[in-house]
């Protein structure tokens, strides 16, 4: 670790066990936590090269990030 970032990353793990550790923090924290969390560990520096994780990400609809709506509407 330097700087905050990790150096070495272990290779991609299998989607299964991806989704299983999502599953996990989705019932123990908020889902928008878990969203921006992912999102943001998806791109620190380029360096995590998990396609099973890209996939995760489009796929489930608990992971979307979203704006927030404005209060008067546009």
């Known amino acids: 670790e330097e700087d905050g ?5 272990p290779v991609a793990p ?4 991806i989704a299983a550790a ?3 923090l989705l019932a123990k ?3 928008e936590n878990v969203a921006v969390y992912l999102h ?3 791109g620190i520096d380029g360096a995590t090269d998990w396609p099973a994780l890209d996939e ?3 796929e489930e ?5 979203e704006l927030p709506h ?3 509407g546009a």
């Not at 970032?5 to 990353?9: M, P």
Request: positive net charge.
């Open 40 to 42: 943001a560990f998806r």
């Open 56 to 58: 995760i990400l489009a």
């Open 14 to 17: 299998p989607k299964e066990k």
């Open 29 to 31: 924290h908020p889902r």
């Open 22 to 24: 999502v599953s996990q």
């Open 61 to 65: 609809p608990r992971l979307k990030l």
């Open 70 to 72: 404005s209060a008067g």
């Open 5 to 9: 970032t990790v150096s070495d990353l």
